[in-house]
Nanobody, 117 residues
Framework: QVQLVESGGGLVQPGASLTLSCIVS????????VGWFRQAPGKEREEVLC????????YFIESVKGRFTISRDDAKKTVYLQMDMLKPEDTAVYFC??????????WGQGTQVNVSS
């Protein structure tokens, strides 16, 4: 059974940092692209960034470049999202996901991030 479990969300002030973690089980982590997408209230889900052992890191949202960093620890089957200089517009539920060319897309239950003064 594949599971992705996120943690690390919370309420922070603008300019603060948060690190999200996602522990993956049930698949061969090394061979999967892993990443994060987010969904803000009343908005559609949007892909944020992802990391592949073959392709490196891909950003999908220009406004997070220089502030968000993704990393993966294949030995621990964990993917991290370091978020610095958070802004109110970063408020959303953040989901980690994993996929490859031979399998379906998997995602977790999400963790809430609120950025507010």
């Amino acid at each position: 059974q594949v599971q992705l479990v996120e943690s690390g969300g919370g309420l922070v002030q603008p300019g603060a940092s948060l690190t999200l973690s996602c522990i993956v089980s049930g698949l061969e982590f090394d061979y999967y692209v892993v990443g994060w997408f987010r969904q803000a209230p009343g908005k559609e889900r949007e892909e944020v960034l992802c990391a592949s052992n073959e392709e490196g890191v891909t950003y999908f949202i220009e406004s997070v470049k220089g502030r968000f960093t993704i990393s993966r620890d294949d030995a621990k089957k964990t993917v991290y999202l370091q978020m610095d200089m958070l802004k109110p517009e970063d408020t959303a539920v953040y989901f980690c996901y994993g996929y490859n060319d031979y399998d379906t897309l998997y995602w977790g239950q999400g963790t809430q991030v609120n950025v507010s003064s």
